[in-house]
Nanobody
Framework: QVQLVESGGGLVQAGGSLRLSCATS????????VGWFRQAPGKEREFVAT????????HYADSVKGRFTISRDNAKNTVSLQMNSLKPEDTAVYFC??????????????WGQGTQVTVSS
């Protein structure tokens, strides 16, 4: 069982930056794809970014490309999401996910509880 815990959310002004972290307890993240998703009030959960097990292959949603960066430290079993140039439309609960496959999706089996990111205009 992979247990994921996110941290680093908060309130930031538009144009600012935040760094989200996701840590696991129990099993290692080695061999798992990891990713970030978000859900805004009244909207479906949407994909933000994903990384394969090594961190060498990453994909981003068009809405965050060039602003967000996903990274992972397999030795520390952590995954990060660096968010720059934040916009009010980035406001959402952000979730970390892990998947034994090559990528993460809404069907991935392991999820964190989420961390709130609020961007004020």
């Amino acid at each position: 069982q992979v247990q994921l815990v996110e941290s680093g959310g908060g309130l930031v002004q538009a144009g600012g930056s935040l760094r989200l972290s996701c840590a696991t307890s129990g099993r290692t993240l080695m061999g798992y794809a990891v990713g970030w998703f978000r859900q805004a009030p009244g909207k479906e959960r949407e994909f933000v970014a994903t990384s394969n097990w090594s961190g060498q292959i990453t994909h981003y949603a068009d809405s965050v490309k060039g602003r967000f960066t996903i990274s992972r430290d397999n030795a520390k079993n952590t995954v990060s999401l660096q968010m720059n140039s934040l916009k009010p439309e980035d406001t959402a609960v952000y979730f970390c996910a892990a998947d034994p496959g090559t990528s993460t999706s809404s069907a991935s089996p392991y999820w964190g509880q989420g961390t709130q990111v609020t961007v004020s205009s």
